[in-house]
């Protein structure tokens, strides 16, 4: 079962909907929040101090982007 709560904050993309893919086909729990959303995107940006998606929040670590370095990080965090 996993431990912490994770957050990916997203937007109708392609290379976004990647990212979310793997981690529901993963196993992992998630919650989703759309940029698209103004309300949203304020939230990410004030939180986060970025304006790029994906942003992936797992426990207290942040994940920002969706490269080859960002998914051995989210691997390595979910022990996947």
Known sequence: ?????????TAL???LAQAKEFLS???VQLEER???NPNIMQ?????YK?????????????VVGWG????EKVKSLLNL
């Open 25 to 27: 086909d993963s196993g």
């Open 68 to 71: 080859e370095e960002d998914q």
């Open 50 to 62: 970025v304006r790029s998606v994906p942003v992936i929040v797992i426990g207290d670590e942040v």
């Open 13 to 15: 993309d392609e290379g």
């Open 1 to 9: 079962a996993q431990a912490e709560e994770v957050i990916i904050y």
């Open 34 to 36: 759309d940029v698209g």
């Open 43 to 47: 939230e990410m940006v004030e939180k």
